[in-house]
């Protein structure tokens, strides 16, 4: 896997990157009793991401969660190039781990979780 950017900032490799791509559909039944199944979208990206972190990091990952959307570039090993997606940050969660408060130099450490999806 390449680098992952959000709206061109770098992003450190997380320790879990999970991709998954959903079909959209509609399904809908005739008066015959027919199932007719209405493809919205074909390939719409969801992933689960979860890394630990030092403050610096958190603090980026804050300001993502806060916007609408941003743009996510990553590798797609298909095609073996960088693409693109819009996302949004959903499902956030943060955690101190224990202890790393009293750490010099950092404000601790954080595990950090979240899903991106994509519009």
Do not use: H
């Not at 061109?8 to 959903?22: A, K, L, R």
């Not at 959307?69 to 499902?91: E, G, M, Q």
């Amino acid at each position: 896997m390449q680098g992952i950017l959000f709206d061109d900032v770098s992003i450190p490799f997380p320790q879990s990157w999970v991709e998954n791509t959903q079909k959209l559909k509609n399904t809908f039944t005739t008066e015959a009793g027919t199932e007719i199944d209405l493809i919205i979208r074909s390939k719409k990206l969801s992933v689960s991401f979860a890394t630990t972190c030092l403050d610096n990091d958190l603090k980026t990952y804050f300001q993502f969660r806060d916007k609408d959307s941003f743009v996510l570039t990553k590798y797609d090993p298909l095609t073996k190039a960088s693409t693109t997606a819009t996302v949004r940050i959903t499902d956030f969660n943060y955690e101190l781990v224990r202890k790393s408060s009293s750490l010099t130099a950092t404000n601790g450490v954080w595990k950090v979780s979240f899903n991106l999806e994509e519009f």
